[in-house]
Every structure is written in C-alpha cells, then in structure tokens.
C-alpha cells in the first residue's frame, strides 16, 4: 500500500500535525525531518527513529516529497531557505491553513511540483479528515503518494482550491467544535447530578460512536434522527428545545466567521 515510503518523505517543522503524519506511516526507514527547536527534534527522532537535521535545507536537499508543517507566520522564512536549493523532480505538500497554491508558489519558486492539504488535528488518532488539492502539471505519482501517506492517518479526499476556505471552516477547524459540544453535553451532564469523569465519558462516548455508527450504516441524517426521537419520549422532548433555539444559525455562523477568516490569511 505505501509504495510513497519508496521516495525519501521530509517534513519542515516537527509540531503536532508533523508528528500526526508520521505516526501513521507503516514505512519511516525513508523519513527525515528538521525543526527549529532541538529538543523538539531529538525527542520526534528518537520515538519515531526517523533522521533529523536543524537545517531544513538538509531536507530540501535529500527528500523527494516534503511536508510543509511549520505555521502560517514560519512558511516564508523555511522558504527563503530552501528555494536556492529545490530541484525540478520534488513535490512540496503545504499543510499551512489559508496559504493558497498561487502564494505558494510564489514563495517556493517554479522547481518544485506543489500539493495544498487542508487536515485535522484528528490524524493524531489516525482519524483525520484530510483534503487534498494539486494544480495541473503535478507529478501523479507524488499526489498518490500523498493520498496514501494521509489515508493511513484518516481520509483523504480530492477537492478544488475554492472549497479550501469551507473546507477549512469545517473539518480543519471542527475539532474544537465537537469538543465544544462535548463540553456543553458534559456540563448539562454534570448540572443533572452527574460526577464530572463520568459526564465527559458518556458525552464522548455518545459523540464516537454516534459517528462511528454513521460512517459504518451510511444512514442518511434525517431518519437517524427522527429514528431515536419517538413520539411521546425522552429524545422527541429534547430534540423539540433543540429544534426551537437557534442552534443551525449558531452553527452557520460559526463556520462562516471561520471560512472568512481562513480568506483573509490568504
Ligand atoms: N493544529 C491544527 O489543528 C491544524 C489544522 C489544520 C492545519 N494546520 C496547519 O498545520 C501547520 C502546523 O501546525 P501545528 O499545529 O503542527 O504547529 P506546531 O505544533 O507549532 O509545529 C510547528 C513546528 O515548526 C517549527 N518551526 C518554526 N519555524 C521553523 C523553521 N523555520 N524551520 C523548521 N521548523 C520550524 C516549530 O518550532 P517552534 O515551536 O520552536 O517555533 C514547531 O515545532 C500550521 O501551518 C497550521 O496552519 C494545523
């Protein structure tokens, strides 16, 4: 399956979703990284047993395909960096939010091929939810090994760079959402007599597999829904505040002040 492992995979930056890539790879024999801070480095170099420079041209120089995984503010310093040394032949993968393939190739030069990914922090349980964008004139063969580094680590799907800013207001940032609601499901728990360990694990546990079940039957949401609400119960008296407030608009509004500021860090 990971025939990507066959070319030499690098990262700049060795942070959270750095670190959420590479645990998911069967094959890190090919891997190396750098980062800015060496405790950092030495402590992702030794768990992993992947190589490791402070230098991201070492990098730039050795790997075919790269991972872009320092933040939006650190992208044009790494970039400064290394585009003296780039070759035509090697793929960039930003994972950066909001730097659009136009902006990144400003910055990286007309060497390198370039793939935009939009993930989650959920790759760190090897559930992410990643999005993929290449321009035409990418290599195939590095948007596949892409595909399949970051299907290891969760779902990978194909998208247009102008679904980037919704896909960024969604799944991007949505794990925090979910933990929100989780934190308001726990608290209402907790407000009805329940020890607060107890309240977090049957919010979680209620969000996991409520999910879980959805992913696996590919039951639409509607019937789910209206399924567990019978009449006269416990769910239907729920769901009837629930469906008065202004919950969807609240949600709306959520995703869209993150859609529009994801467009400004453009
Ligand atoms: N976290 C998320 O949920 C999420 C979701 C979607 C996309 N992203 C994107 O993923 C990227 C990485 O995020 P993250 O959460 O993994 O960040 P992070 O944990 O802060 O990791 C970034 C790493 O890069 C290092 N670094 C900074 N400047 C560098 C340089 N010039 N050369 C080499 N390494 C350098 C940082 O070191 P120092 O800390 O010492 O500066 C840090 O270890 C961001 O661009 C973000 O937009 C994140």
Same mark, same amino acid.
């Given at each position: ?7 030499? +995979? !690098?990262?700049?930056?060795? !942070? ?5 890539? $590479? ?9 190396i990284?750098?980062?800015? *801070?060496?405790?950092? &480095?030495?402590?992702? %170099?030794?768990? @992993? ?16 395909? #790269? ?18 040394? $780039? ?5 960039i993968?930003? +994972? ?13 030069? /007309?060497?390198?091929? $370039?793939?935009?990914?939009?993930? *989650? ?8 939810m990643?999005? #993929? ?13 892409? /595909? ?10 194909? &998208? ?9 207001? &969604? ?8 933990? @929100?609601?989780?934190e %308001? ?5 907790? %407000?009805l ?14 969000? @996991?597999? =409520?999910?879980?079940?959805? /992913? ?8 789910? +829904? ?8 416990? =769910?239907?008296? !729920? ?9 969807? /608009?609240?949600? %709306? ?14």
């Amino acid at each position: 399956m990971m025939k990507a492992c066959t070319m030499r +995979i !690098g990262f700049f930056g060795a !942070g959270k979703m750095a670190e959420g890539i $590479l645990s998911a790879m069967p094959d890190r024999s090919s891997v190396i990284v750098s980062d800015v *801070n060496p405790a950092r &480095l030495a402590e992702i %170099a030794k768990t @992993y047993g992947v190589a490791a420079t402070g230098d991201v041209r070492e990098v730039a120089k050795s790997a075919s395909l #790269i991972f872009l995984a320092v933040r939006p503010q650190d992208a044009a310093t790494v970039a400064e960096a290394v585009k003296p040394v $780039l070759k035509a032949g090697q793929t960039i993968v930003s +994972i950066v939010a909001g730097k659009r393939l136009a902006v990144l190739r400003r910055l990286f030069g /007309r060497k390198p091929g $370039l793939v935009r990914v939009m993930p *989650n922090l959920a790759l760190r349980a090897k559930a992410g939810m990643c999005a #993929i964008c290449a321009p035409k004139g990418t290599p195939p063969k590095a948007v596949k090994a892409v /595909r399949d580094i970051l299907s290891a680590a969760g779902e990978a799907v194909v &998208l247009p760079e102008k679904d980037f800013d919704a896909v960024t207001a &969604l799944s991007g940032s949505g794990p925090a959402y979910f933990a @929100y609601m989780e934190e %308001a499901m726990a608290e209402a728990g907790v %407000a009805l007599g329940l020890k607060p360990a107890a309240a977090r694990l049957l919010a979680e546990q209620t969000m @996991y597999g =409520t999910a879980k079940f959805l /992913r696996e039957s590919g039951m639409p949401l509607r019937p789910f +829904i209206e399924g567990v609400c019978t009449k006269g119960g416990t =769910t239907a008296a !729920g769901m009837a505040v629930m469906d008065a407030s202004d919950f969807k /608009r609240v949600v %709306a509004g959520t995703l869209k002040a993150a859609a529009e500021r994801s467009r400004e860090l453009a």
